[in-house]
């Protein structure tokens, strides 16, 4: 199957502070997904971006589907950003297949 | 909407008991699927189905059985519960298969002693 790498596996910020998020995959995709996974443990779709730039308020994200990779970037991060952010990927079926996910968090 | 609700939210069960995890989408979507995630990890499809009556297994479908009797539910079914079982359960929906955003509920953690 695909394989999905997220990097870095850990990543700690200063509220305020910039950072970007990456995720690596292995074959073409036709479905990209976002997701931000918040301390009670839901998932929360953030991006649906299998190819292309995406913004929504402080988070943006962009897509080199020819590279196979994909960009998270958390702009000006608040203390509510913290939590896990998982890249999910799916080929030319439906079956998504889910990054190991980067948790982020965010010190006041 | 209510979007795609789960049932239990919880559950705590002893080995060899049997439970069904519900599922219900109310935005008529005709995929539907079922995941895990372990400690730490990513989610892993259990199965997932493409239509009322279809159903296939996915990655991880050992120990697990599903219906698809309406476009609206699609539960999961633990017939002789094992530690290894001890994860949270996604329930998701899609209004199409290939390239198409998938939506999750809120999850079911089970606990199995």
């Known amino acids: 199957g695909i394989q999905v790498e997220q990097s870095p596996p850990d990543l700690i910020l200063q509220e305020g502070a910039n950072s970007t998020l990456r995720c690596n995959f292995s074959d073409s995709v036709n479905n990209l997904q976002w997701f931000h996974q918040n301390p009670w443990g839901q998932l929360i779709n953030l991006f649906y971006?299998?190819?292309g730039t995406k913004q929504n308020g402080r988070l943006s994200a962009t897509t080199v589907a020819t590279e196979r990779y994909s960009l998270l970037y958390i702009s000006s991060s608040q203390t509510t950003d913290s939590g896990v952010y998982f890249c999910?990927?799916?080929?030319?079926?439906?079956?998504?297949?889910f990054g190991a996910g980067t948790t982020v968090t965010v010190r006041a | 909407n209510a979007g795609v609700t789960q049932t239990p939210k919880f559950r705590i069960l002893k080995i060899g008991q049997s439970m069904t995890l519900q599922c219900t989408q109310d935005?008529?979507?005709?995929?539907m699927y079922w995941y895990r995630q372990d400690p730490g990890m990513g989610l892993k499809l259990i199965y997932y189905s493409v239509g009322a009556g279809i159903t296939d297994k996915g990655e991880v479908p050992n120990g697990y059985n599903v219906s698809r009797s309406t476009t609206e539910d699609f539960p999961l079914r633990l017939e002789l519960a094992a530690p290894s079982q001890t994860s949270v359960y996604f329930c998701?929906?899609?209004?199409?298969?290939?390239?198409?955003?998938?939506?999750f509920g809120p999850g079911t953690r089970l606990t199995v002693l």
């Open positions: 998701a929906s899609g209004a199409d298969g290939r390239g198409d955003e998938q939506f």
């Open positions: 971006i299998p190819s």
């Open positions: 999910a990927v799916g080929p030319y079926d439906y079956k998504l297949s």
């Open positions: 935005m008529n979507h005709n995929y």
